[in-house]
């Protein structure tokens, strides 16, 4: 059957930088239907080839070279655009007939992209289904909604209450573009594609487990979202959790939509709410030096730049092992990756009087060295009895012809064939913010724990590492 995707919000950063060159990439590897149409809807006046040449610089830009003139040529016969703001409903009537003409009035599926700002989602919606664009009797028909999902619990349940007015939530793909990068998928295949890891991922064998998401990046312009978000709901509720549901979940019976996200739901059901004085003793956070001279900042911010949260699973498998969770702008470099640390043997033979043993850790680099590491203890050659860390190795890039896919491939592949596994559900939705909304209150609340000024290109605040040291832990570090 034909497709058609619709893009609202199509002069924005995100269709020009990750959509198009996502899309582009796929029709270059064949993975499109024949009959793949793309609209491009937004107010700016454009003409369908002032439109397909704006966009063909920067698909070249971000393709490199996969890009060729040719089957650019091919892939923009299909790019159209349709001026509409999601305020008139005329141009929703307008957009209903423009989708007709250009479908030749067959059936079509179609996927609805909102790219637009978040305040106007609701709005959108509302106007999809009074323009009769959810009826699907005729094909298919998609949403999908990018982050944020709402700004706390209350806003993202009346935002997933007025999409569901219009669309079943099986007709709804919330992204978290993390779920699309091979590596967090590839978790789902170390986990439940082996049987050797099983037995031990649990609280008999491991101590406790660390989730990183650092980026070198300071906020740069984005000081309007960024100063009412924070880290806690820009990375947070939505990236860090997922990792954490991937990696603490049980295994699913199918690899199915519905099955993979039961899984998941319930390990954020399982995580214990913190009240009194956890907020103090399990959480940390940070703002880096120049946040507060950054173009937008009001004076005085006290809006976080990193956090450190420490979380338990109330659940068989997790009882007592702390899940950290760290994530930071303005750090020492960019990476994301996941520690298993596994407890120390039970009885040490080899006399580490001068260190602690670091071995007994499995290391997942989700970005941007792409791999899996297993860090164990071996004996020192030509020593009597003295023993190292050393390293299993796996480079998942060298496993991957023609590198890594961006995430928005996968997830608008998936999201044309209907499989929402890697999206996130209503209830996922509204389960992580209930995590993250106690927490952001009480760091707003007058009895707020400190926020730690740090330097730009370190990890953190210090005081981070007191505190893991204080728990007689500290965090792996690879830069
Ligand atoms: C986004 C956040 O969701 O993820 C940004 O809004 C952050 O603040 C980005 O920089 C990180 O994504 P990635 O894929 O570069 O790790």
Redesign the pocket.
């Known amino acids: 059957m034909a497709q058609t995707i619709v893009i609202f919000g199509a002069s924005g950063d995100l269709t020009s930088r990750k959509l198009i060159p996502a899309l582009y990439s796929l029709f270059k590897k064949d993975k499109l239907t024949e009959t793949l149409r793309i609209v491009g809807v937004s107010r700016s006046p454009f003409e369908h080839e002032e439109y397909r040449d704006s966009l063909r610089e920067t698909t070249e830009k971000f393709t490199g070279s996969l890009f060729d003139s040719e089957s650019w040529n091919a892939f923009a016969e299909n790019l159209y655009y349709e001026p509409g703001d999601i305020n008139e409903a005329k141009d929703f009537t307008e957009l209903a007939t423009f989708l007709k003409k250009i479908e030749n009035g067959d059936k079509a599926g179609r996927l609805y992209y909102l790219s637009t700002m978040p305040q106007l989602y609701e709005k959108a919606i509302e106007q999809l289904g009074n323009a009769g664009l959810a009826d699907d009797s005729d094909g298919f028909r998609r949403v999908i909604i990018e982050?944020?999902f709402g700004t706390d619990l209350a806003t993202a349940e009346a935002l997933n209450a007025s999409i569901h007015r219009v669309f079943r939530e099986d007709q709804i793909y919330r992204i978290?573009?993390?779920l699309g990068?091979e590596t967090v998928q590839n978790i789902f295949a170390l986990r439940f594609a082996n049987s050797i890891f099983e037995p031990i991922w649990n609280r008999n064998y491991v101590d406790h487990v660390q989730i990183t998401?650092a980026?070198e990046?300071v906020?740069g312009r984005?000081a309007g979202?960024?100063d009412k978000?924070g880290?806690l709901r820009?990375?947070f509720q939505?990236?860090l959790l997922q990792l954490m549901m991937i990696t603490a979940m049980e295994p699913p019976a199918r690899y199915d939509a519905s099955l993979v996200r039961d899984e998941k739901v319930k390990v954020l059901h399982s995580v214990r709410k913190m009240s009194g004085g956890d907020f103090a003793s399990n959480t940390v956070r940070g703002q880096y030096k120049g946040y507060l001279q950054e173009e937008g900042v009001p004076p005085g911010s006290q809006t976080e730049t990193y956090a450190a949260l420490k979380l338990y699973c109330d659940n068989w498998r997790w009882k007592g092992v702390p899940f950290y969770l760290r994530s930071g702008?303005g750090m020492s470099c960019?990476t994301?990756q996941i520690v298993i640390q596994f407890r120390q043997a039970p009885h040490i033979l080899f006399g580490h009087k001068t260190r602690t043993p670091v071995g007994n850790r499995l290391v997942i680099q989700v970005?941007p060295a792409e791999g899996i590491q297993l860090h164990f203890e071996a004996k020192v050659p030509e020593s009597e009895m003295k023993t190292r860390t050393s390293t299993l190795d796996f480079d998942f890039n060298q496993a991957a012809s023609g590198g890594m896919p961006d995430?928005y491939q996968r997830l608008l592949l998936d999201a044309l064939l209907g499989d929402a596994s890697l999206f996130a559900r209503s209830d996922e939705v509204e389960l992580a913010w209930g995590i993250v909304d106690p927490i952001d209150a009480a760091w707003r609340s007058p009895a707020a724990p400190p926020l730690f000024p740090y330097e730009v290109g370190l990890w953190g605040p210090p005081e981070s590492n007191d505190w893991m040291a204080a728990q007689r832990r500290e965090w792996f570090d690879v830069c």
Do not use: F, L, S, W
């Open positions: 982050k944020p978290d573009h993390y990068k998401v980026e990046v906020i984005r979202y960024y978000a880290i820009d990375m939505n990236h702008k960019r994301t970005q995430a």
